[in-house]
């Protein structure tokens, strides 16, 4: 298991802009020198030591505070954005809560917002809000601001400070 004692003596980390730099020489035979910038970028940014991948902004957790927590959310949501002041502890809900809306395929619907067929031709529109693993229904609306005010309204009940808009 990585500890805050090993962390350091493999890299340096900038809380102002969210580096890692290598403090020596690493790689096959030493062919990255040290000073280098860590990791490789996928989705997050994921530096290998010891022969694992780790993500970044938890290396900066336990690089700060000597723990990591189960998830980080990158408050901007840039997930490569790894400098301190960005980064918070906080449950999977939390951070699926602090997320742009998805594309809906054909129409632009906001986040929360969702058309729907079927017998309510009249009120074509749908709320929904995700809490505890569970989605709740916000109810059905003729317009999608009407919907999207209702999402708004119940995102700031319960998602707090981690709510997107």
């Excluded at 102002?16 to 280098?36: D, L």
Aim: glycine share 10%.
């Amino acid at each position: 298991m990585l500890t805050q004692i090993r962390l350091k003596q493999l890299l340096d980390y900038d809380p102002e802009t969210g580096r890692f730099t290598w403090r020596a020489a690493c790689g096959r035979h030493g062919r990255i020198p040290s000073g280098t910038i860590a990791g490789s970028i996928s989705r997050y940014r994921y530096i290998r030591l010891d022969g694992k991948n780790y993500p970044a902004s938890g290396l900066a957790f336990l690089w700060m505070t000597g723990q990591r927590p189960r998830e980080v959310d990158h408050i901007n949501t840039n997930k490569i954005d790894d400098r301190w002041s960005n980064l918070r502890p906080a449950t999977r809900s939390q951070n699926g809560a602090n997320q742009h809306g998805r594309k809906h395929r054909k129409r632009k619907l906001p986040k929360g917002v969702h058309l729907h067929i079927g017998k309510r031709r009249s009120k074509p529109y749908v709320a929904v809000v995700g809490f505890q693993n569970r989605r709740i229904s916000l109810g059905y609306f003729r317009t999608p601001e009407e919907a999207y005010a209702a999402y708004s309204e119940a995102a700031r009940k319960y998602d707090g400070e981690f709510a997107r808009f």
